[in-house]
C-alpha cells in the first residue's frame, strides 16, 4: 500500500520540474530584457566608456 502511494505521489510531481524550468526560463527573459535596456540606454552607456576610460588610463599609463 505504502508503494502505491508513494508512486502516486511521484506521478503528481511529475510536472513540477516542467513548470519550474519555464518559470525560470521567463524570469531569465524578462531579466535579460530589462539588462539590455539598461545597458542600451544613453546614460549607462556614458558611464561605461567613463570608466573603462579612467580604467585605461591607470592601468595604461
Do not use: H, W
Not at 530589462?34 to 576610460?53: A, G
Amino acid at each position: 500500500m505504502f508503494t502505491i502511494i508513494n508512486r502516486l505521489a511521484r506521478k503528481a510531481e511529475d510536472g513540477m520540474s516542467t513548470a519550474e524550468y519555464a518559470v525560470g526560463t521567463v524570469a531569465a527573459c524578462g531579466f535579460g530584457g530589462v539588462l539590455y535596456k539598461l545597458l542600451t540606454s544613453e546614460p549607462i552607456q556614458e558611464t561605461l566608456r567613463e570608466v573603462i576610460s579612467r580604467a585605461f588610463s591607470v592601468f595604461g599609463g
